[in-house]
């Protein structure tokens, strides 16, 4: 079955500091992968989002995210984080029928 | 990218009672819509897709009678919760897609609460 892991449930970075999220799916044929930032009582934002093709994906926001097919990851990096990236990130992986199964998510909270 | 709209954002109900919540795709035509539930601190769960035109397709261990989705056009959808319970307490968000892009748009999301 599809899944979809991010370890980091929390993550505190300085603002301008470098920020990378982790993210692992587990999907047999060639997966459809996305990153979504929700700020809090929000709907989702697409961030980015890789089909096929160049493996560097670069999205809104500064961010961009890195499909390795060897380590079945797709994560999300910024070289400098903002105070305004506080938010919680979801990873998901598009399944058959375009359906979605998402991470349990990771909440980036910023130090000033 | 597309815009998608639900109604209400918040709704507080009381128990027993029933809820309708919107999903429209405004500036596209949605040939398939979605329904996630998400509790405070938690992922996103599927809990129906639902095509124009025909019924929904639960996921496993969701309510059909419970959650009714009508989806009787290509910008609207709308999920039903009957009968509602203080569990049901949740957001819901929808979210479209058309035929010609394997991507999701999704809505802002509706906070229910059932007191």
């Known amino acids: 079955a599809q899944s979809v892991t991010q370890p980091d449930i929390h993550i505190t970075v300085s603002e301008g500091a470098s920020l990378e999220l982790r993210c692992n799916y587990s999907?047999?044929?060639?997966?459809?992968l996305f990153w979504y930032v929700q700020s809090p009582g929000q709907g989702l934002q697409l961030l980015l989002k890789?089909?096929?093709?160049?493996?560097l994906v670069q999205g809104i926001k500064g961010f961009e995210a890195e499909f390795k097919r060897s380590q079945s990851s797709f994560n999300l990096r910024k070289p400098s984080v903002h105070w305004s990236d506080a938010a919680e990130y979801f990873c998901?992986?598009?399944?058959?029928?375009?359906?979605?199964?998402f991470g349990a998510g990771t909440i980036l909270r910023v130090k000033s | 990218g597309a815009v998608v709209s639900q109604h209400p954002s918040r709704v507080i109900c009381k128990s027993g009672t029933s809820v309708k919540i919107e999903c429209r795709s405004l500036?596209?035509?949605?040939?398939?819509m979605f329904w996630y539930r998400q509790f405070p601190k938690q992922s996103l769960m599927l809990m129906a897709t639902?095509?124009?035109?025909?019924?929904?397709?639960?996921e496993q261990g969701v309510e059909k009678d419970k959650f009714l989705i009508n989806h009787a056009s290509l910008t609207l959808s709308t999920l039903t919760v009957t009968s509602a319970h203080p569990e049901d307490s949740s957001f819901y968000i929808c979210?479209?897609?058309?035929?010609?892009?394997?991507?999701?748009?999704f809505g802002p999301g509706t906070r229910l609460t059932v007191t």
């Open positions: 979210s479209a897609g058309s035929d010609r892009e394997n991507e999701q748009y």
């Open positions: 999907y047999g044929a060639t997966p459809y």
């Open positions: 890789y089909f096929s093709g160049d493996t």
């Open positions: 998901a992986v598009g399944t058959y029928g375009n359906k979605l199964v």
């Open positions: 500036d596209f035509q949605a040939t398939t």
């Open positions: 639902s095509n124009e035109g025909s019924k929904a397709t639960y």
